[in-house]
Nanobody
């Protein structure tokens, strides 16, 4: 079992920044990968960024150069630093685990709204 607690969402103007946090209930060493997804109204859920056991990081093309995923193993927490935000970044953002030995777990989501 893994519980994920997300925070950091909110309303921000275009060009602004937010940092999302995803705190896991156990060590990140026991979780192969941590990922951020997002889903806008009427659209499919999409992968935004992932950080993997080998340290590799993946980003959607739409956020490369603007978003940074990172982790703090001491706090069992993964972050998504979101800079130069655009209206099209508006979505519910979800944290998700990914392992090869148990089911995946999702956070409940946090709303990010980019608007003037």
């Amino acid at each position: 079992q893994v519980q994920l607690v997300e925070s950091g969402g909110g309303l921000v103007q275009p060009g602004g920044s937010l940092r999302l946090s995803c705190a896991a209930s156990r060590s990140l060493f026991s979780i192969g990968r941590m990922n951020w997804y997002r889903q806008a109204p009427g659209k499919q859920r999409e992968l935004v960024a992932g950080i993997f056991a080998n340290g590799n990081m993946d980003y959607a093309d739409s956020v490369k150069g603007r978003f940074t995923i990172s982790r703090d193993n001491a706090k069992n927490t993964v972050y998504l630093q979101m800079n130069s935000l655009k209206p099209e970044d508006t979505a519910v953002y979800y944290c998700k685990t990914e392992t090869d030995h148990e089911q995946d777990y999702w956070g409940q989501g946090t709303q990010v709204t980019v608007s003037s």
